[in-house]
């Protein structure tokens, strides 16, 4: 096995916010002062030239994360861009999203990230409903957020996705329907509707608001599925769905056990070279990163045999129609029979289908998917 049998991502970090939400877990920093672009555009470019020479093949997608990537300059956006497709290593048909948030929504900002190639926009809505969005600690309003998609509609993005939470603060079983019908009604190409939990070492966890019962929370749930479904959206993984053609390929890439280059602070990379996957990540805090001409990777992880099964199967099984025997040989380079007993007491307890050369959950499985990856969480 080689890299060149993998398909490769890249992935890029803007680690700001003009303000950090309550509920992220992400590496984000609140801006305190102006922006260190032009700084931190040397160091990424410098950054990325190292991990091109690092790796090999075209890279199939390109992701701009944070933080908030609009709040970014499009010549910043332009030179990632240029710099792979400069090297010929840039697929012909990749797929390059940016994530935007409405309250930094800019007409030229869109169009500028559009004319340097970027073909996809992540837009994080989170709700239509301005209660919900002030108890979110959003920047921006109901308005702002439509107006962000009619934004990146004029610019000539047609594929968007709309982020929207479910299980909010003081949020009913009808005002979750309303929200998620509303954003329906904004006709995008992709949607990631997901419940809000309190993740640790965040503000809310810190300081818990007071959510819905479970129960209300799973019927929530199970009125935005039907109403998704009833729209033509195809829910492809747990909290993913997408009109036909657009479903994410660089999420996809990552839930397949893809490679995928990273720079960027905080940024998390893995490769697989001569056989041997390699795990790491570039210094967290931006100031760190910023110290050195070009960030070399640290926290460099080699996982063995039993975290690289877990690893693989915690995203493959995210997936309702899983992964064919082959991915799993080609990108974990480990064997079908040190896979095939971990599968026999799922499979009994009726969670996991294992035929025709393919592995997925059953309906049962899918629904207890975090119960059913305890199987397989590697010894102590």
Request: glycine share 8%; no cysteine; charged share 20%.
């Given at each position: 096995m080689t890299a060149l049998t993998i398909p490769l991502s890249l992935y890029v970090h803007f680690p700001w916010c003009i303000q950090k939400c309550p509920y992220c877990d992400f590496n984000s920093h609140t801006l305190r002062g102006e922006l260190p672009e032009r700084e931190y555009r040397t160091v990424l470019l410098n950054d990325l030239q190292r991990e091109l020479e690092l790796s090999s093949g075209k890279i199939q997608t390109i992701f701009f994360g944070g933080g908030t990537p609009s709040l970014i300059d499009p010549d910043t956006i332009h030179g990632v861009i240029?710099?792979?497709?400069?090297?010929?290593?840039?697929?012909?048909?990749?797929?390059?999203?940016?994530?935007?948030?409405?309250?930094?929504?800019?007409?030229?900002?869109?169009?500028?990230?559009?004319?340097?190639?970027v073909n996809r926009l992540s837009i994080?809505?989170?709700?239509?409903?301005?209660?919900?969005?002030?108890?979110?600690?959003?920047?921006?309003?109901?308005?702002?957020?439509?107006?962000?998609?009619?934004?990146?509609?004029?610019?000539?993005?047609?594929?968007?996705?709309?982020?929207?939470?479910?299980?909010?603060?003081?949020?009913?079983?009808?005002?979750?329907?309303?929200?998620?019908?509303a954003l329906i009604a904004l006709e995008p190409e992709h949607i990631s509707y997901y419940q809000l939990t309190l993740e640790p070492n965040t503000a809310f966890h810190n300081a818990p608001p007071k959510l819905p019962y479970d129960?209300?929370?799973?019927?929530?749930?199970?009125?935005?599925?039907?109403?998704?479904?009833?729209?033509?959206f195809e829910r492809y993984e747990v909290s993913a769905f997408a009109k036909k053609g657009y479903q994410s390929q660089h999420n996809l890439n990552y839930w397949l056990f893809g490679d995928y280059i990273a720079i960027g602070a905080g940024a998390h990379g893995k490769v697989t070279t001569q056989g041997e996957i390699i795990r790491y990540s570039k210094p967290r805090h931006p100031k760190r990163y910023l110290e050195k001409p070009v960030p070399l990777r640290s926290d460099v992880r080699l996982p063995d045999l039993q975290n690289t099964i877990f690893e693989f199967l915690l995203n493959a099984l995210r997936l309702p129609n899983g992964f064919s025997e082959t991915v799993f040989t080609q990108r974990t380079g480990i064997t079908l029979d040190k896979l095939t007993p971990r599968l026999k007491r799922p499979i009994s307890k009726g969670l996991i289908s294992h035929q025709n050369g393919r592995v997925k959950t059953t309906s049962t499985g899918f629904t207890y998917l975090n119960e059913l990856l305890e199987y397989f969480l590697p010894d102590e």
């Open positions: 240029n710099t792979v497709q400069s090297q010929n290593r840039l697929a012909s048909t990749a797929e390059i999203t940016l994530e935007a948030n409405p309250g930094s929504a800019d007409t030229s900002r869109f169009e500028g990230y559009r004319s340097a190639g994080g809505i989170q709700s239509l409903n301005n209660s919900n969005l002030k108890n979110l600690g959003r920047i921006h309003s109901s308005n702002q957020g439509i107006e962000a998609i009619e934004i990146g509609r004029t610019a000539g993005f047609k594929n968007i996705n709309l982020d929207m939470m479910f299980g909010l603060q003081n949020q009913t079983h009808k005002s979750a329907k309303e929200d998620i019908s129960d209300d929370i799973v019927d929530m749930q199970d009125a935005g599925l039907a109403l998704l479904a009833e729209h033509q």
